[in-house]
């Protein structure tokens, strides 16, 4: 099957809808994927930018009280698995920025905003950007056009490789964070995460009022969590 077609396409998954890419499927967790979220959890590297890693112990206990499904149990949140093995190798969520933190592109906030985390043996080979692409996609067949946030200290050249533009930069957790606006629909018929569109002009016209749309994935909608 061609690229264009498989990237971001949709298919059933545990009984939610799972979405397909070249290399993955972004998927709700299972039990088996404990290791893997610990590791994401503690690992030092991962978590640099993050606050931290967690304690292992903390980690392990919560997944005990609320199971591994609580990982992915937001709309927007799957588990980046190996196509072929299944093996859970990150974490992807698209959700929506709340109005009391720094970095909006609209008045009163909650745009959508992706973020990612790969297990350290895994980057490196374009998967971030593989995935980022699919949800977006799959996200884009069924919103209207809106703004995407990604704030990143780290992930600037993922957002770049995706046609996001930088628009602002302000400090939140000690650190200096970078704000990239892209379009969503931008995503809608892109067959690879590395063409470039122009997201910064598109974005900020864009009219928001969405959260109010319910949408089909896994039976309920987009970011409707605003955790951010
Ligand atoms: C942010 C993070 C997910 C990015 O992972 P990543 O693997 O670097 O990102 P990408 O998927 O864009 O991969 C790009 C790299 O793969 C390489 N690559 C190899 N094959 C590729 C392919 N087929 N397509 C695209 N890129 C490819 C690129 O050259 C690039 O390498 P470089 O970083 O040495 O230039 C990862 O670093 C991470 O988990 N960081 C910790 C958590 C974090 O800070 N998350 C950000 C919150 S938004």
Not at 4 to 11: A, D, E, F, N
Not at 83 to 99: N, S, V
Not at 145 to 172: H, K, M, S, W, Y
């Amino acid at each position: 099957m061609a690229r264009r077609s498989r990237c971001g396409s949709i298919g059933r998954h545990d009984g939610h809808r799972a979405i397909h890419a070249d290399r993955l499927v972004l998927r709700k967790a299972h039990p088996t994927d404990r290791d893997a979220l610990v590791e994401l959890s503690t690992d030092p590297k991962v978590r640099a930018h993050l606050g931290g890693p967690h304690p292992r112990e903390a980690v392990e206990r919560r997944l005990d009280e609320t199971g591994t499904a609580h990982a992915t149990s937001e709309p927007g949140s799957y588990v980046i698995a190996d196509k072929t093995t299944d093996e859970a190798i990150g974490l992807i969520d698209l959700d929506r920025r709340p109005a009391h933190r720094p970095g909006h592109v609209v008045t009163g906030g909650g745009e959508l905003e992706l973020s990612s985390v790969l297990r350290r043996p895994f980057w490196g080979a374009g998967l971030a950007a593989e995935a980022t692409a699919a949800v977006l996609r799959a996200a884009a067949a069924e919103l209207p056009d809106q703004p995407v946030l990604i704030v990143t200290q780290t992930a600037r050249a993922l957002a770049a490789r995706l046609g996001f533009d930088e628009v602002d930069t302000f400090p939140e957790f000690d650190a200096q964070q970078t704000l990239a606006v892209a379009a969503l629909h931008a995503f809608r018929s892109r067959p690879a995460p590395d063409r470039r569109v122009p997201g910064r002009v598109i974005a900020r016209g864009l009219d928001r009022g969405v959260s109010r749309v319910a949408v089909g994935l896994g039976g309920g909608g987009w970011g409707r969590g605003g955790s951010g």
